[in-house]
């Protein structure tokens, strides 16, 4: 059968940061030249900022030179920074790094605290005010070649498949966008960015890609505690000298607090579970001193990328380009990736649009990665290169090895430090590792899994085929429960996973509609048997303010 299609010039996936800068600013540059292009953005989530989950202090370094008078236009960074603290945590107590210690990286001044997801918000109503038309709701399911194996667009997936793969009332056929060029903006673990760098072989030659995960809370706390501006970043416990990790605390405007803690998914003990060290995190006295007698309002978690510049993929294949998380673009060691977002948006938009007018069509972009080269994005990340695995040294050798990488050689050491190996291959046996006994969740402060993923207002339509696929029905008991004890029960944040026993017979239950779109499973999963695709468009959390 033949689908209905729609030709664009470019077709964007993804409305992050980086996928709307994409669009933005291929409109801004036709106007300028009088050059008529056209521009479609599909975005999985409900609506644009959905799926959008992050600290968030934003450098707006990027944002300013996509939008001069982003302050005019009434851009939603209104909470400067204006204190920066630096903890380093023990169980009971927490010793601040004086300011003259503190590294560049960790220092805010300029910034904005701000919801990623609101900032997105406004630049999709500055997309749609320059003619982009957007489409929230549509999940680009699989990506389109042409006979001479160019990308040459995208397929939404079909709607009203019911879980056993037949067609229900509710079925509605997906459309093929077809484009000149088609920019993949998916965020971190990107569904079909992954399946582009196998097909076209994008990893040659580079690092393995690594990741963590960030969770994270909002809350509205008690006015007398709010200190606006103030951005405490923390390392150490809960997480132990040898797990990758770091803790941060935003205060927001309007008596709003940002708490979260990312842990790097390269970590070995099977009996971790990042949900449950964040909520270890929150009673920590430096922390529970801001939330006591305030009010969680929501709850996430999200795959990062932290593998810096020797981990990012070649940038561009025949017929489009990876863009923002897609690729790897976060400086780990500035906690930051929103600026990079928009600027490789505005990088890969400047080769887009001098190809269109110049009336090529899927061919390789290569002016993107060549300005990427000369860019301060490049500059920026080149800095912080090393930080990510001098880390892996454990927390103490770690940070001494980054304040002499930062402070002494400015980030510009003669050498570059790899990453050992894909963080699903680091996990060890369960045998050489005692279970972690968490404590049970007050309901005050620190809750389980389920209470949280009803704070993300996750909903899927239930009479779906599961997104959350397997390789193998038998490896999760032949192989991660005997060997690693279940782990996908534990790096999952949302309950997703469980063992569920049946007479003698153990077996993998998959809750697939509590998902939160995380990506952890696709990533830490030490077979590589969990293969997370995309649900049907609209499905998954919805942040409010996050």
């Excluded at 470019?10 to 933005?24: F, H, K, N, Q, S």
């Excluded at 406004?122 to 006979?147: M, N, R």
């Excluded at 996430?300 to 673009?329: E, H, S, T, Y």
């Amino acid at each position: 059968m033949t689908r209905e299609s729609m030709e664009y010039d470019v077709v964007v996936v993804g409305g992050g940061p980086a996928g709307l800068a994409t669009a933005i600013h291929v409109k801004q540059l036709a106007a300028a030249q009088g050059a008529e292009v056209s521009v479609c953005l599909l975005e999985k989530g409900s609506e644009i900022g959905a799926h959008i989950l992050s600290g968030a202090v934003v450098d707006p370094r990027a944002l300013a030179e996509l939008f001069p008078d982003w302050q005019a236009k009434g851009a939603p960074l209104n909470q400067p920074v204006t204190e920066d603290r630096f903890l380093f945590l023990s169980q009971a107590d927490a010793t601040k790094v004086p300011d003259w210690l503190l590294p560049s990286c960790f220092r805010n001044h300029g910034y904005y605290i701000a919801s990623l997801g609101n900032l997105c918000r406004w630049l999709g109503t500055q997309a749609e005010a320059l003619g982009v038309e957007i489409y929230p709701g549509f999940a680009a399911a699989e990506v389109l070649f042409d006979d001479e194996g160019r990308v040459r667009g995208v397929a939404t997936g079909d709607a009203g498949i019911g879980r056993s793969g037949e067609r229900t009332a509710r079925y509605a056929e997906g459309m093929e966008l077809h484009a000149k060029y088609t920019i993949f903006a998916e965020g971190c673990r990107g569904h079909l960015g992954k399946q582009l760098q196998e097909r076209f072989d994008l990893r040659r030659n580079r690092d393995p890609a690594v990741y963590g995960i960030g969770l994270k809370e909002l809350w509205e706390v008690d006015p007398a505690k709010h200190r606006p501006g103030l951005v405490i970043h923390g390392a150490g416990w809960p997480l132990d000298n040898d797990t990758y990790g770091g803790s941060w605390m935003y205060h927001l405007e309007g008596n709003q607090v940002s708490v979260g803690l990312v842990v790097g998914l390269g970590y070995t003990n099977p009996y971790l579970s990042p949900f449950e060290e964040f909520q270890r995190f929150k009673t920590h006295p430096a922390i529970r001193k801001y939330l006591a007698g305030g009010k969680r309002v929501s709850f996430g978690a999200r795959a990062i990328n932290a593998g810096g510049l020797q981990a990012l993929p070649k940038l561009v294949f025949p017929g489009g380009a990876l863009v923002g998380d897609d690729a790897g673009f976060l400086n780990a060691a500035r906690v930051k990736g929103s600026h990079a977002a928009i600027k490789s948006g505005m990088l890969a938009a400047e080769a887009i649009l001098d190809a269109v007018v110049a009336g090529r069509s899927r061919d390789e972009l290569g002016t993107y990665p060549l300005a990427f080269e000369k860019s301060w994005l490049h500059d920026e990340l080149h800095r912080a290169r090393n930080f990510k695995p001098l880390m892996a040294n454990g927390l103490v050798v770690g940070s001494l090895l980054v304040g002499i990488d930062q402070v002494v050689f400015g980030g510009k050491a003669p050498w570059t430090i790899h990453h050992p190996g894909p963080d699903h291959e680091q996990l060890d046996p369960k045998d050489l590792h005692t279970p972690i006994n968490y404590p049970r969740p007050d309901g005050v402060l620190t809750f389980d899994r389920l209470s949280s993923v009803f704070l993300s207002n996750v909903a899927h339509e239930e009479d779906q085929p599961a997104h959350l696929t397997l390789r193998d029905d038998a490896v999760p008991i032949r192989v991660n429960l005997s060997r690693y004890g279940a782990p996908e029960t534990r790096y999952c944040p949302a309950g997703v996973y469980e063992i569920v026993t049946e007479g003698q017979n153990p077996r993998l239950q998959i809750n697939a509609q509590n998902c939160v779109h995380c990506k952890t499973c696709d990533i830490k999963d030490p077979t590589q048997n969990i293969h997370w695709v995309v649900p049907e468009g609209g499905g998954g959390p919805n942040y409010p303010n996050m």
